[in-house]
């Protein structure tokens, strides 16, 4: 079965700690991008990355860093300097940068940082 | 830049009833245009998405949307509503000026009741 994997579902951490989320997918897209969900706030975009060993920064970049050393994964780490980051964290990849490509979902991590 | 506004951060209809959800976008070059719908702790499904050609486009599960250049809509209909279409539904858009982002609107909340 094609598609996109996250893990874990949920994720518990300490305030301080650095965290990272997992994102596969074995669809053969090229590009892959992470999202932040906070209630009433829609999908905020954090990184893209458009091809392998390159990725910029979305609108909320400040306390993520991201890797994309194989075209099939694309790992998120929240850092301790991200202020707020308890939220739910989707990743997204599809086939390419046309205008008009899908973006495809995975199913979402769920970080609480105690 | 682009936008996106969704009226009604929650939508309440009765099974049977027409469902209507509203977005408008905003932006200085045509517009792609696409409809997700998020069930609870999952990923974002696609509806339906409009590129060119016909305005009226029809997605999966009943769902069409109507690409209204004039109005700068493209809001999201279903003839009846069923108790399984209840989630949260998201407009987003993206053109030529912004590469292959997706700007999301901050989503419409569905309830259908008996």
């Known amino acids: 079965d094609g598609g996109i994997t996250q893990s874990p579902k949920y994720l518990f951490r300490k305030e301080g700690q650095n965290v990272t989320l997992s994102c596969e997918q074995n669809l053969n897209h090229d590009a892959m991008y992470w999202y932040r969900q906070d209630p009433g706030q829609g999908l905020r975009l954090i990184y893209y990355s458009q091809i392998v060993n390159d990725f910029q920064k979305g609108d909320i970049a400040e306390g993520y860093s991201v890797s994309r050393e194989k075209k099939e994964s694309f790992p998120l780490t929240v850092t301790s300097a991200q202020k707020n980051p308890t939220a739910f964290y989707l990743c997204?990849?599809?086939?390419?940068?046309?205008?008009?490509?899908?973006?495809?979902f995975g199913p979402g991590t769920r970080l609480t940082v105690l | 830049a682009q936008s996106v506004t969704q009226l009604g951060s929650h939508v309440s209809v009765s099974e049977g009833a027409l469902v209507l959800l509203r977005c408008n976008y905003s932006?200085?070059?045509?517009?792609?245009l696409f409809w997700y719908v998020q069930y609870p702790n999952q990923g974002l499904q696609l509806l339906l998405k409009y590129t060119t050609g016909a305005t009226l486009v029809k997605g999966i599960n009943g769902f069409e949307a109507e690409f209204k250049k004039s109005e700068t809509s493209f809001h999201l209909t279903k003839p009846s509503a069923h108790m399984s279409d209840a989630a949260e539904y998201f407009c987003a858009v993206s053109d030529a000026g912004t590469a292959s982002k997706l700007t999301f609107g901050t989503g419409t909340r569905l309830q259908v009741t008996l």
């Open positions: 997204a990849s599809r086939p390419g940068t046309g205008l008009t490509d899908t973006q495809y």
């Open positions: 932006s200085s070059v045509p517009p792609y």
